[in-house]
Every structure is written in structure tokens, then in C-alpha cells.
């Protein structure tokens, strides 16, 4: 289940799913990634206060760019840049990932076993090219996670209220599940797609137990006061974000 938070006053929403870990999305006013110039100075004290409140060097927030594809890196507090990367995987308890959207898929990982937690960036293009199941099989083969111990978070997007795809899209998206059929709606011609739904079975068929994963209830065009749209608000270069940040575990101390 999903509920809303403070970070110095402003509101951030997170899952109860996996409470060993730190991670939220922030909202319209914690934004993090922004290139209007209206919204620098926001930005600039957004970072400071979410380090603050993660207990990190704000050099430590790490966040790669993102291009849709399906690549998967390790982050590490010894590597500052992450070029054409759409999902980290972490082990680290001193530094904290981000991701960014507007739209897309946001999809939080952990390892509940291993302490090992990814953020996987989905939106028609990665969700097509499977890359929260690729996510989770590098995580399988680095930290030997099992699928049954994998829990998942999966953030606001664009909804099947919202979202309307052509054939071409739709005929690539059908192909990654065993049954579009819950995950599409056709009204009128126009073929509406549930990009949350078709992450969360494909992390099914990958083997995540379904009471593992959380869905969040917020559609990013329809709650645009909160969260930041590209179809919306025809193409806004403003992001929320996907935060996470892993604890130490009480072996580790
Ligand atoms: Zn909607």
C-alpha cells in the first residue's frame, strides 16, 4: 500500500512493501530533475534536503542517462557516470540511486535476502525490451537473488485511463506477456494499454510472487498536480523521480 511522507515539509509517496529500505517518488514539489530555469533554485534545495534526510553526501545521490534502452549497470559510489542507462542495480549503503520520469514506468527492486535493491526505467520502449525482467536476472546472477525473494515497487505512470498507443506499439508491448488481455483496453479504435499491469506480469513470469509486488494507484496525467506528465504537458523537461537507498542490515553494523 502507498502513503504520503514529508521530506522538509514537501510530500513524497512510498509502498510499506519493503520497509528495510529507504525509497520514495518524489512529487511536483520535491522535484529533483528539472531544466527549467524557474525551477533551478527548487531543485537545488530539493537535493540538499533529500540527502539530508537519506544521511548521504548529496555526491553520493547517483543517477544515471536515461536514453529507453534496456541496459543495465551496477552503481557504486566509485562511478560518477552511468551513459545510456535506464536501470541501476545497488549494494551500497552509502550512496542512494535516483531515476527519473515523466510518464514512464518507475520500477523499485529489493532483494530482501541480499540487501540488493534496483531502480528500472519502463515506459512503452524498456517495457517492451523486458528491462525490469533483465533487471532482475543481473540481480540474479551477481547477488544469486531468487525470484521468490525479490519484492517490487512500482511508481506512478501514465495509466490505461490515459494511455493510448498505436498498433505497432502495441503488437511489441503484447509479445513480452503470456496474455495481454487484462492489460488493454480497445475503445472506439484506439487501443489503451495498462503499462503498470504489463510490468507487473512480466516480473510474475520471471517468478516474483504477486503478493510481493505493489502497485501504485496514481496515473500521472490524471493526477497532474502532483506528478509531472510528457503527454500532458506536451513534452515538460520536469521529472519526478524514483528514489532509493538501502540500509545497513544488522550484520552489517
Ligand atoms: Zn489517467
Not at 515506459?123 to 517490487?152: F, H
Request: aromatic residues 10%; proline residues 4%; glycine residues 4%.
Amino acid at each position: 500500500m502507498f502513503h504520503i511522507k514529508f521530506i522538509n515539509k514537501k510530500r513524497v509517496i512510498y509502498s510499506d512493501i519493503i520497509p528495510e529500505t529507504e525509497h520514495f517518488f518524489t512529487t511536483r514539489e520535491t522535484v529533483i530533475r528539472s531544466h527549467e530555469e524557474g525551477l533551478q533554485r527548487l531543485v537545488r534545495q530539493n537535493k540538499k534536503d533529500i540527502a539530508n534526510y537519506l544521511d548521504i553526501d548529496k555526491k553520493f545521490l547517483i543517477s544515471p542517462t536515461q536514453t529507453h534502452s534496456d541496459n543495465v549497470r551496477l552503481a557504486s559510489k566509485r562511478i560518477k557516470y552511468y551513459p545510456n542507462t535506464d536501470s541501476l542495480i545497488d549494494d551500497e549503503t552509502d550512496i542512494a540511486i535516483y531515476l527519473n520520469f515523466a510518464d514512464c514506468t518507475p520500477i523499485v527492486l529489493y532483494d530482501k535476502e541480499h540487501n540488493v535493491g534496483a531502480i528500472a526505467h519502463a515506459g512503452w520502449r524498456g517495457t517492451a525490451a523486458q528491462i525490469v525482467q533483465k533487471t532482475a536476472a543481473l540481480m540474479q546472477s551477481e547477488y544469486y537473488t531468487k525470484p521468490e525473494n525479490l519484492y517490487a515497487v512500482i511508481g506512478p505512470t501514465i495509466a490505461i485511463c490515459c494511455y493510448c498507443v498505436g498498433e505497432e506499439v502495441f503488437e511489441q508491448l503484447k509479445s513480452t506477456i503470456s496474455d495481454i488481455e487484462p492489460y488493454n483496453r480497445q475503445i472506439y479504435e484506439k487501443i489503451y494499454i495498462d503499462l503498470k499491469g504489463i510490468n507487473k506480469q512480466q516480473l510474475i513470469e520471471f517468478g516474483v510472487p504477486k503478493n510481493n509486488i505493489d502497485v501504485c494507484p496514481y496515473c500521472t496525467s490524471c493526477n497532474n498536480d502532483l506528478f509531472f506528465s510528457y503527454r500532458k504537458e506536451y513534452g515538460t523537461t520536469s521529472r519526478h523521480s524514483a528514489v532509493l537507498k538501502l540500509n545497513k542490515q544488522k550484520a552489517d553494523i
